[in-house]
């Protein structure tokens, strides 16, 4: 055929397939790691949320001075760099105890939630604020007597650093929160005693009471946002190398099910995928360019007569029966013998050998012969009387 006659365009038909190849490929990752692909447009108030009650915009304002990273597996918790937490009101509290214990000496901020919201109908990801004080039975992980409450004084607009945090001012959002306690060191706090940023006893645990003052919305301001720098900076271990974000405590981790597929692309198996894909390739070049003639793949069983009997023959070898069968071929060749002889039907058995041993009187007698064949009991001694006996047959009839 001509190529102008052919009705496919080669570069169409490669390229219909690499696309298939690539979607088949895609479709695979996504039913692997689905579920932890992509920033999560939910509209809660995690380090991942776009949100305004979210901290997407934190993770990449410390970025641009730092490095950071999504902590998704709890057992990478053991880090020096501080682990920022956001604590939502749906926030397990025995899964919040299990992470402060792991973190035990080790420098981590915890976020607490302030804003009732309802999801956006005009944006995806985004949050309508309706109202503050949600409850959060996690609270409590962090102290029993700790106190979660509304700041009811706006003539009071700033909050003060003290300790390792003098210098420090943040200015207060609207409708701000604070936190008091007797377990709670303050760090920021207002000239009433309550804290906007505290210690939780001995361990270098920290509470931001108001997430307006990390949130997206709060870093919206550019002082807030300066301030939120100098804040993780001053709270983060002095030998970190960057800060860390927990996605763990928001059920955001990996997925650490068992899962075959996702084997595939992970070491030590992922070479075996590797080469597979490679070898898949070389068998799609090996039959898109084949030269010659298509060779055609024998039968493994012919067909025929002969082939029927070469192949129940060899399955009497693997057998190791062939020893038995001289006392058949013998009655074969008896009765073709009698039949070409025109013996007597009536004559059988012991009466039939007398009958063929008088047939021919220059040879060995018939009966001699099948006797002999019948007792040979290797394959050497049976094809020995077996062409014997054959041989008698042909001398014998005409």
Avoid: C
Avoid at 43 to 65: M, N, Y
Avoid at 191 to 218: E, F, K, W
Avoid at 244 to 272: C, H, I, K, Q, Y
């Amino acid at each position: 055929m001509s190529k102008a006659a052919n009705p496919f365009n080669p570069k169409l038909v490669f390229g219909l397939i690499a696309a298939g190849i690539a979607g088949f490929a895609a479709l695979l990752l996504l039913l692997a790691y689905g579920s932890n692909l992509g920033t999560p447009r939910d509209g809660r108030a995690h380090v991942l949320s776009v949100s305004a009650t979210g901290f997407k915009g934190l993770v990449t304002l410390v970025g641009a001075f730092r490095e950071t990273r999504i902590i998704r597996d709890a057992s990478d918790v053991y880090s020096e760099n501080l682990l920022v937490v956001s604590i939502e009101p749906a926030t397990n509290a025995a899964q919040l105890t299990q992470l402060l214990e792991r973190r035990q000496g080790r420098a981590t901020l915890l976020i607490l939630p302030k804003w009732v919201t309802v999801p956006d109908p005009g944006h995806r990801g985004w949050v309508r604020r309706i109202g503050t004080g949600v409850p959060v039975p996690a609270i409590a992980a962090l102290g029993k007597d700790l106190r979660v409450a509304p700041w009811r004084n706006p003539a009071t607009r700033t909050a003060y650093g003290r300790d390792f945090l003098e210098g420090l001012s943040l200015s207060m959002p609207d409708s701000a929160q604070v936190v008091s306690g007797t377990m709670l060191a303050p760090l920021v706090r207002l000239s009433s005693g309550d804290a906007l940023v505290a210690r939780i006893g001995n361990q270098p645990h920290y509470i931001v009471a108001d997430p307006d003052l990390l949130n997206n919305q709060g870093l919206a301001d550019p002082a807030r946002a300066r301030a939120a720098v100098t804040l993780i900076d001053a709270l983060n271990a002095t030998g970190a190398t960057g800060v860390d974000f927990d996605v763990t405590t928001n059920g955001l981790g990996a997925d650490n099910s068992p899962n075959l597929l996702r084997l595939a692309f992970e070491p030590p198996f992922l070479a075996m995928t590797l080469a597979l894909v490679i070898a898949a390739l070389l068998a799609g070049l090996h039959g898109a360019f084949r030269f010659g003639p298509a060779r055609t793949e024998e039968r493994a069983i012919p067909l025929g007569k002969a082939a029927l009997v070469e192949n129940s023959a060899g399955l009497i070898r693997l057998a190791g029966r062939e020893a038995n069968l001289g006392g058949a071929y013998a009655d074969v060749l008896r009765q073709e013998t009698a039949r070409a002889a025109n013996a007597p039907a009536w004559l059988q058995d012991e009466a039939l050998d007398a009958y063929l041993d008088r047939m021919n009187r220059g040879h060995e007698p018939f009966s001699a012969l099948a006797g002999r064949l019948a007792l040979a009991r290797d394959r050497p001694s049976l094809m020995q009387a077996a062409r014997a006996l054959y041989q008698w047959k042909k001398d014998t009839l005409p």
